[in-house]
């Protein structure tokens, strides 16, 4: 074993991990990159196929975020936002809130995805209290929702597997049936195999059932994950279901949250996933992709009432008391500045758009897997689900670890990505090549036939 990767054994505790099955492996100790490729310490490369649990967007080691980097270390690498300015989070934020268009005109800083959900929370939950809509506003979210893992975001979230052991030191939050098509909770999907008959029955009950919620007008926010819903599984939400509950939540009362975490940066084909229904939200949360996947930075977003309700005499106390150490840190917004010179060039969008229909042309070829159930995709972000049988669409038992051990092939064919369940995401940086993303999706067809014995149907 090399020296490196005793060390991680003998030290490291992962994210997500059952350690018990880290130490039966060998782990791959990535050292460097270039573009969509990493490499380990043996020299071994492989294609960076879930952009680094998807925050990469440009690729590894770009010269533009480098430069901007060291640009600013000759600078300064970081002072405290609390009392004090700084250049490139100033610049930033003027560059976000025009991005992200009206009404949103504040931006909080702050770490990673999961505080940027906290700010919002409790921006909001103070701002329905202060502005004495509600007097203990409550918040609604999406059956498979998740929005982190600080207790806050935790209390958001609705993945039993995640969030079960903790419910007693969280607070309660009210879930709603998500639009999950595939695995329809009002059984409308049929079991076939394109996505264009999926919804032939549907009545859209999942919508109806959220409005009804709503309308009983006891909460803060809906919280959403726009489009996509990331770790529930890449489940992305028909045409029109955002817009229909943005819609809902506005009459309600309700804010809306938008959690791009994972859909921001144009991942979903624009630059925020909420544009594609036109639904502008009252908060949205950026993290992973903001600083390109370079340095953990995070912006809440928000509107000049929400600003609004924590200003007062300082004796009246109306702060909004919460921040972090590294709030607004200049190398991230440094970082985040060339990554969003980046993807706004014309050129580059033009590039993603090509991309994204070579992907979902690659991505056709998986369809005739027996043990394929579906293949989602919305831009550059795509979900193959592996089930036992695809006409019932009954799933692999937990145990069966089909995804881990799918996954694990995958990187023996030079692919990284990580399942979730028996979901496998592909999420390739952008300046990946047509022939890297037909490699991409290559290794994963000849994964799943290596490991679960697919036939062709
Ligand atoms: N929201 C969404 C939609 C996410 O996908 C994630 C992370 N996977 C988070 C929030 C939490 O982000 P972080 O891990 O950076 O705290």
Known sequence: MHKLAALDRRYVWHPFTQMRDWAKREPIVLVRGKGAVLEDVVGKKYLDGNASIWTNLHGHNHLQINRAIQKQLGRVAHTSALGLANEPASLLAEKLVKGAGRPLKKVFFSDDGSTALEVALKMAYEFTRRTGRLRAPRFLSLDGAYHGDTIGATSLGHIDLFHKSYSNLLFKSDKVASPACY?????RAKPQRRD????????????????????????????????????????????????????????????????????????????????????????????????????????????Q??????????????????????????????????????????????????????????????????????VRREGLVAGVELVADWKTRKAFPLKAQAGIRVCEAMARHGVLTRPIGNVVPLLPPYCISDAQLRRMVKALRESVVEVLGSARI
């Open 305 to 374: 009432p929400v600003f609004d309700a924590f200003l007062g005499e300082y004796e009246e106390f109306k702060t909004f008391f919460h921040g972090h150490s590294y709030t607004g840190n200049q190398l991230g917004a440094a970082a985040a500045l060339a990554s969003w010179e980046l993807l706004t060039d014309p050129k580059a969008r033009a590039r993603r758009r090509v991309l994204e229909k070579t992907f979902g042309k690659e991505l056709e070829t998986l369809w005739d897997l027996a043990a394929v159930g579906d």
């Open 196 to 303: 264009a008959r999926l919804y032939a029955k549907c009545n859209h009950e999942c919508a109806t059932q959220l409005e009804q919620k709503l309308e009983r007008r006891k909460y803060a926010a809906l919280v959403v994950e726009p489009r996509v819903q990331g770790a529930a599984g890449m489940v992305m939400h028909p045409p029109g279901w955002l817009k229909r509950v943005a819609a809902a939540a506005r009459a309600s009362g309700a804010l809306l949250i938008a959690d791009e975490v994972m859909t921001g940066f144009g991942r979903t084909g624009e630059i925020f996933a909420g544009r594609k229904e036109k639904v502008t939200p009252d908060f949205l949360c950026l993290a992973k992709g903001l600083t390109g996947g370079y340095l953990p930075m995070a912006a809440t977003l928000t509107t």
């Open 183 to 187: 695995r329809c909770p009002f059984n």
